[in-house]
C-alpha cells in the first residue's frame, strides 16, 4: 500500500493548479476536499493503518495537508458572495426588518409637560426617596401621630417604631426642601406615592403626583392662583375656566380644591364633569405656619404656597382615559395611542 506521502502528492499538485471559475467549482472542491466524505476525511481514516511508531509524522503530514485545502478554499471564498449577488439571493433593495420602537408613557409625556410649564415662571425640579420616615411623610407636615387627618392618606408601612412608609404624597420632598434649602424657594416635585385603598376603576394602590411650593416673602393667595391659572391655561388651552372651593388639609391653611371648566363638555355636562360643568384637578394652600416653625422659619416674616394634583388626573382629563388600572397594565394597544405625543 502507497505511503501516505504518496497518496498525498498527487491531490497536492491538483490544490495549488486548482483555480476555480466561479461559487459552484469552488463548492465542489470544498465537497472533494474537506467535505464529510472529502479526501482530507478519507486520509485521516487511514491513520489506524499506520504502525504506532510512524504516526507522529504522519499525524503532522496530514495536518498540512489539510492546511493547504483550506487555505486555498479561503482564497477563492468571496466568490461565494459574488454567487450569491448574481443569483440575486440577497436583494439589498429590500426594506430592512423592522425594529420596533416603544412609545413615551402617557404619565412621563403628562409629566414632562407639567415640567415645562412650570420650569417656565422659574420653578426647578425636586426629588425623594420613595420610602420616607415618618416626620417628612406626616409630622413636620402638621399631621401628628393618631391625628384624624392621617385617616385620609393610610399607606403601607414598611418598619415600625420608629416608622418607615412608603410615601403617600410628594409634600414629603417639599419637607426634605424646607430642611436643607435657603429661601426662598420654588420646587416642582413629582414623583410616585402609595396609598392603602382597594383596586379599581378610579382608586389605585400607588398612583403619581406633582406637587409645588413656593416660600418667600411676601406671597399672597393672589400668587397661588395666578400660578395655577397660568398653569391651567398652558396645560388645557386659554378658554378652560377655574374656581376655587375652600377645603381642609392640614398642611395648607386656609386651603382650595380647584376645578376648571369641563374640557370635554365645554361645560353643558357630560360623564367626566358627572353632568356639573366642573373637573377637580387639585388641593392647594398656604402653607400651614405651623409647617413653617417645623423648620425653623418664621412665619411673621416668611408665607407660602402649595399644590398637588394627581398625574393620572390630568391625563384622564386630557386625553379621556377612564380606568386608572390600563396605566399600569402594560397593554401596548393603549400604550400605542401615546404615539407621537
Ligand atoms: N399632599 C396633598 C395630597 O396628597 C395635596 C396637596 C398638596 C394639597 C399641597 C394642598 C397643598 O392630597
Redesign the pocket.
Known amino acids: 500500500m502507497a505511503s501516505l506521502q504518496e497518496q498525498i502528492l498527487p491531490y497536492e499538485q491538483e490544490i495549488n493548479s486548482f483555480n476555480p471559475a466561479n461559487a459552484a467549482d469552488l463548492e465542489q472542491f470544498r465537497i472533494r476536499f474537506l467535505g464529510t466524505k472529502g479526501i482530507v476525511k478519507l486520509l485521516a481514516n487511514e491513520m489506524k493503518n499506520v504502525p504506532p511508531e510512524g504516526r507522529r509524522e504522519a499525524g503532522m503530514l496530514l495536518n498540512s495537508f489539510k492546511q493547504l485545502a483550506e487555505g486555498r478554499y479561503e482564497q477563492f471564498a468571496h466568490l461565494k458572495d459574488e454567487g450569491n449577488a448574481n443569483a440575486a439571493a440577497i436583494d439589498t433593495s429590500l426594506p430592512g426588518a423592522p425594529l420596533p420602537i416603544g412609545t413615551r408613557h402617557p404619565l412621563r409625556i403628562v409629566e414632562n409637560r407639567i415640567v415645562d410649564i412650570f420650569s417656565k415662571i422659574g420653578f426647578s425640579v425636586a426629588t425623594g426617596p420613595e420610602i420616607e420616615d415618618d416626620w417628612h411623610n406626616f409630622t413636620s407636615l402638621n399631621m401628628p401621630e393618631n391625628h384624624t387627618a392621617r385617616d385620609m392618606q393610610d399607606t403601607f408601612y414598611v418598619a415600625q417604631n420608629p416608622d418607615w412608609v412608603l410615601r ?2 410628594t ?1 414629603s420632598v417639599q419637607a426634605r426642601i424646607l430642611e436643607t434649602t435657603p429661601l426662598p424657594v420654588r420646587v416642582i416635585c413629582p414623583g410616585r406615592v402609595y396609598r392603602n385603598e382597594t383596586i379599581s376603576a378610579r382608586a389605585h394602590c400607588f398612583f403619581h ?1 406633582f ?1 409645588g411650593l413656593y416660600v418667600d416673602k411676601n406671597v399672597s393667595f393672589a400668587d397661588l392662583k395666578q400660578t395655577l391659572y397660568y398653569f391651567v391655561t398652558e396645560m388645557f388651552g386659554p378658554d378652560t375656566k377655574v374656581r376655587f372651593r375652600p377645603s381642609y ?1 392640614p ?2 391653611e386656609p ?1 382650595a380644591e380647584m376645578d376648571i371648566s369641563c374640557t370635554v363638555c365645554g361645560g353643558s355636562g357630560c360623564s367626566l364633569c358627572k353632568h356639573t360643568g366642573w373637573v377637580e384637578i387639585l ?3 398656604m402653607v400651614h405656619p405651623n409647617l413653617l416653625r417645623n423648620f425653623g422659619i418664621d412665619p411673621e416674616v416668611y408665607s407660602g404656597f ?3 394634583m394627581g398625574v393620572e388626573r390630568i391625563t384622564q382629563i386630557k386625553y379621556q382615559v377612564n380606568d386608572l388600572r390600563l396605566y399600569s397594565q402594560n397593554d401596548v394597544r393603549f400604550l400605542r395611542q401615546f404615539q407621537g405625543l
Open positions: 403617600t404624597h409634600s403626583q406637587e388639609f398642611f395648607t386651603s388641593g392647594c394652600g402649595a399644590f398637588g
